[in-house]
């Protein structure tokens, strides 16, 4: 039911907060060296991170933590993908500059890590 556009989702909340509007899945999927599953796929999931909220408490061993968090993170997405009947697919090859611009990330924010969800073939 959501209208199509870039979402933030505010965990302090649980609330999406739209970003963009419109269709960005073409855009992305050309910042992902055209791979066919992200313009065609029903949602792109794009774990980003903040590295310096962890490594101002860390020092440079909070980017791991960071790395690890967002594995977790990512694992049960696809968990959640399979037992609700969908498909996922990781999607590593990517540039972290033109997906931050095609989605409007603030600078502090980094995509590291997507996953392109939709229907079993």
């Not at 490594?55 to 993170?73: A, D, F």
């Amino acid at each position: 039911g959501l209208a199509p556009g870039a979402y933030a989702y505010q965990p302090e909340t649980h609330v999406l907060l739209r970003n963009c509007d419109g269709d960005l899945r073409r855009e992305i999927a050309s910042a992902s060296l055209g791979q066919v599953c992200v313009e065609t796929c029903a949602a792109i999931c794009v774990l980003t991170v903040e590295y310096e909220r962890t490594t101002s408490e860390y020092g440079e061993r909070g980017i791991q933590y960071v790395h690890y968090e967002v594995g977790h993170s990512a694992q049960n997405v696809l968990l959640q993908a399979v037992g609700v009947g969908l498909a996922a697919v990781v999607v590593g090859a990517f540039s972290e500059e033109k997906v931050a611009g095609c989605l409007a990330l603030p600078d502090e924010q980094k995509p590291v890590y997507m996953i392109a969800v939709g229907n079993p073939r």
